[in-house]
């Protein structure tokens, strides 16, 4: 992340509009993206027009009538974007799904995919309309190909190149299950072998359609990246809570089966994080709500935050949960430092904005988010400090 591919992309439809080769082009990302897109691509590539297909822009557009007809109003604006040659769509998976059958008749001249290991599932519903579009020009932008397993590599590269790597069968069968079986600890000399004459077929075939950077290729100048975890230990407010789960009905179902372990998990996760997050909903207007002294993790966050502010670092703070998030966003309050948030409840319209900000003020020491909407393909220059509150 972070080292261009925007940047590149924007670049390469300029050339094609100068060299008068370009055709409508389709733009698929996460809504914070969008007006991200449109400034690149107002930057790299003047003669473009990017248009944003999302209801944060319907809704102020001059299209919508008096009724408030948003579908007329996307299909409008989805029309006059493809009857421009040097039209650019820039729409949201989500959108791409619910417009499919209006999206998909259209014949594209590029389609990219930002953030593309959004279809990496080959049997989403998103997945099976991104391959249906008519263009054979297919660019993927991602950071992470792959997460879990080799399935998802295929799905990115068979929408790339259909075909190519065989189906998915066809697939598993000569790739990723002979690399998995060569990768466990007790595998055979022979699977061990095989799993690397595979690897390094499949590694041939993709080389040539993906082009990957490295920090070291683009010269960033930035300081090596540390990492540091944080033993936090619990108040006793949160031992309390956590042996009598442990001891509880439930974790019992768990043991015999009866009930899905991720459950318990997640409990568990809320007890370590604020012991308020299990009983939400009638604590919220409690005076007593989110105390920083009743959990260890938010003692311990304080703490590193104070240090920061006193060196003069700016800070990103992640949760997973808009709800944890309200328990740090208080507690920055207390603490009186100035903070923006971006959580899914911000409206996209807003994002960028709030964005920028961050970026070029620097009086505004924090930044929380979560994870889902701060994690995926943002631009957060203006910090040098991050924390992740409850990491995956």
């Not at 936090?232 to 015999?256: F, K, N, W």
Request: charged letters at 25%.
């Amino acid at each position: 992340m972070g080292l261009g591919k925007t940047v590149q992309v924007s670049a390469f439809l300029c050339a094609l509009e100068r060299s008068g080769l370009h055709r409508p082009t389709l733009v698929v990302c996460p809504a914070t993206m969008l007006r991200q897109w449109r400034r690149e691509l107002r930057a790299w590539a003047p003669g473009l027009r990017p248009v944003i297909l999302h209801e944060s822009a319907v809704s102020r557009s001059a299209l919508s009538d008096a009724r408030g007809n948003k579908k007329s109003a996307r299909l409008e604006m989805l029309r006059d974007c493809v009857a421009d040659a040097k039209g650019v769509l820039l729409t949201t998976y989500e959108h791409l799904r619910l417009m499919r059958d209006h999206v998909l008749s259209v014949r594209w001249g590029y389609a990219v995919l930002d953030e593309g290991h959004k279809i990496r599932n080959p049997d989403a519903d998103v997945t099976i309309c991104a391959k249906q579009l008519q263009t054979v020009h297919r660019l993927i932008m991602t950071g992470a190909p792959i997460q879990n397993r080799l399935s998802e590599l295929w799905s990115l590269f068979d929408f790339c190149f259909p075909g190519k790597l065989g189906t998915l069968p066809v697939f598993q069968a000569q790739f990723a299950v002979p690399i998995q079986l060569g990768g466990y600890s007790n595998a055979s000399q022979q699977q061990v072998v095989t799993a690397y004459r595979c690897a390094t077929m499949l590694k041939d075939l993709i080389s040539p359609y993906l082009l990957r950077r490295m920090k070291a290729d683009v010269n960033i100048n930035l300081p090596k990246k540390t990492e540091q975890v944080l033993f936090c230990p619990m108040t006793g407010e949160q031992r309390e809570a956590y042996r009598s789960y442990i001891h509880s009905r439930d974790v019992e179902e768990i043991l015999e089966g009866r009930r899905e372990a991720l459950g318990g998990i997640d409990v568990l996760r809320k007890i370590v994080n604020h012991p308020d997050l299990l009983e939400r909903t009638t604590q919220a207007h409690s005076e007593k709500y989110g105390e920083a002294e009743r959990s260890g993790k938010l003692l311990v966050t304080e703490k590193v935050l104070g240090l920061w502010r006193e060196q003069g670092h700016r800070c990103l703070l992640f949760s997973q949960t808009q709800q944890m998030l309200d328990i740090l966003e208080a507690a920055i309050a207390r603490a009186g430092y100035t903070y923006r948030r971006m959580d899914g409840t911000t409206p996209v319209s807003h994002r960028m904005r709030l964005i920028d900000e961050f970026n070029g003020d620097d009086d505004v020491f924090v930044f929380l988010l979560t994870t889902k909407v701060g994690g995926l393909g943002v631009n957060l220059t203006g910090a040098d400090r991050v924390l992740l509150y409850d990491p995956d």
